[in-house]
């Protein structure tokens, strides 16, 4: 079975670096690319980036370019996100996702709830 | 890249057939076959519902159906059941810099 195991809830001042974690098993991890995708407060949905944890080859949205880090560690088959210095503004739920079945997010993990504020 | 455009709400009585529209431009929805659908109950993950622009995953109801046409995707649900009642996302591949490009929800309501 696949399943993309998130990291829990943070709350974070303004400034703070954070790294969240994405876990995944159920196949072969090298055949699917991962993504990252926030939804705001407002239910809005971004594409974040996707990440080939085969060779770490990564690609963003131009929104989120120089904002967060994708990384991989394929030893431990998790996924992680990173941001250096947060604002109020990456207020929002993050989801790890896989990248699978015609292009789509086919598998997802439960969302990690990220608040900044002072 | 702009986001897909989507009603905010629809609703529907049950056993009805209801359609949500999803409008791009010609550089993402009218140009790639990647339409890809998502239904998200409240504090839960959005599921993937539909791919390819027509697809259903394994597991998916036969209730759900999708189409493009132009620059505007369509989901379909037939038979509305109680359960359908959820926020429903498009997603349409852009290109390989912008990746998905997701619309902005449509809230289904069943009467």
């Known amino acids: 079975e696949v399943q993309l195991v998130q990291s829990g809830a943070e709350v974070k001042k303004p400034g703070e670096s954070l790294k969240i974690s994405c876990k995944i098993s159920?196949?072969?991890?090298?055949?699917?690319?991962i993504g990252w995708v926030r939804q705001t407060p407002g239910k809005v949905l971004e594409c974040m980036g996707i990440i080939y944890p085969g060779d770490s080859d990564t690609s963003y949205s131009p929104s989120f370019q120089g904002q967060v880090t994708i990384s991989v560690d394929k030893s431990i088959s998790t996924a992680y996100l990173h941001w250096s210095s947060l604002k109020a503004s990456d207020t929002a739920i993050y989801y790890c996702?896989?990248?699978?079945?015609?292009?789509?997010?086919?598998?997802w993990g439960q969302g990690t709830l990220v608040t900044v504020s002072s | 890249q702009s986001a897909l455009t989507q009603p905010a709400s629809v609703s529907g009585s049950p056993g009805q057939s209801i359609t949500l529209s999803c409008t791009g431009v010609s550089g993402d929805v009218g140009r790639f076959d990647h339409v890809s659908w998502y239904q998200q109950h409240p504090g839960k993950a959005p599921k993937l519902i539909i791919f390819e622009g027509s697809k259903r995953p394994s597991g998916v109801s036969n209730r759900f159906s999708a189409s493009k046409s132009g620059i505007t995707a369509s989901l379909t649900i037939s038979g509305l059941q109680a359960e359908d009642e959820a926020d429903y996302y498009c997603c349409s591949y852009a290109d390989s810099i912008t990746l998905g490009v997701f619309g902005g929800g449509t809230k289904l309501t069943v009467l």
């Open positions: 996702a896989r990248f699978g079945l015609g292009s789509a997010f086919d598998y």
């Open positions: 159920g196949y072969t991890l090298t055949r699917n690319w």
